[in-house]
């Protein structure tokens, strides 16, 4: 398994929508909690009636050192911009993307690259999926891809909170430095020359490519791709989307680690 590492989170960039005079907000009690583990909530916001009722988040800020202010709920809804926020609103700064070259620091990284993946509702899950499989880090791509809004944010029940998530300003010239770094580079596609359960191992650590939802990957990204692998399926439906499809691929990625 790869070593865990806290260095390398970069000069923060935030690009979320839901924000407050320059800082980023966190709505949803779930999610804050994730947000005061994963550090990237510094300040929290709660109802004054509904603190006595969330003894976990009262703990949760201690822990973290996070001071919580109480206020009403008018002042709530204001902060929120219209976003269902259950009594509690978290802040912090802008989100902390992690740099590159951090996450190649890690030993044999499994990472997940996003080649403009647009709904948020796939982009949370993808995710998700990475921090419960192991996954060391995903790529997201500057333009043509969701952001981390409180719609991603709430689709992977608060797992951008903690994962390592590196923004690149062109994901094909940063996979081909990736390649040169001696990872394997594997796309996903239905129409692959090996399956997905025949890759085996990747001494040096791996890179899954997950294509956009209408489009698949774009040429350019997927000549940097060393093999394209699909996984089998039965019968005549539909190929699976992309959130679904990157999650077998990682399960079985992080098996054969």
């Known amino acids: 398994m ?9 000069k923060p960039r935030g690009k979320s929508p839901q924000k407050e005079g320059g800082r980023r907000l966190i709505v949803g009690r779930r999610f804050i909690l994730e947000g005061l583990a994963g550090g990237t909530v510094d300040q929290v916001y709660v109802e004054k009636a509904a603190l006595q009722k969330l003894p976990e988040l009262q703990s949760a800020a201690d822990k973290a050192g996070v001071p919580i202010t109480t206020t009403s709920r008018e002042e709530l809804d204001q902060r929120a911009k219209g976003v269902r926020h259950q009594g509690v609103i978290g802040s912090g700064p802008p989100y902390p993307y992690r740099s590159v070259e951090s996450l190649l620091e890690l030993e044999a990284p499994l990472l997940v690259a996003l080649d403009e993946i647009t709904d948020p509702q796939n982009f949370g899950a993808i995710i998700r999926s990475a921090l419960v499989f192991g996954a ?68 040096l650590g791996r890179v899954v490519v997950v294509g956009s939802e209408g489009k698949g990957l774009r040429r350019m990204v997927r000549e940097r791709c060393h093999r394209i692998a699909s996984i089998p399926q039965a019968g005549d439906f539909d190929s699976l989307n992309a959130s679904v499809a990157t999650g077998i691929a990682l399960y079985e990625a992080s098996r054969t680690r």
């Open 2 to 10: 790869s070593r865990r590492s806290s260095k390398g989170r970069g």
């Open 136 to 203: 060391d880090g995903v790529l997201v791509p500057r333009h043509r891809s969701a952001t981390l809004s409180p719609a991603v944010v709430r689709a992977s029940a608060g797992a951008t909170e903690r994962a390592r998530i590196a923004e690149v300003p062109n994901l094909q010239r940063t996979l081909q430095m990736i390649g040169e770094h001696g990872l394997e580079i594997v796309g996903l596609a239905a129409d692959g020359d090996v399956t997905i359960d025949a890759l085996g191992p990747a001494p």
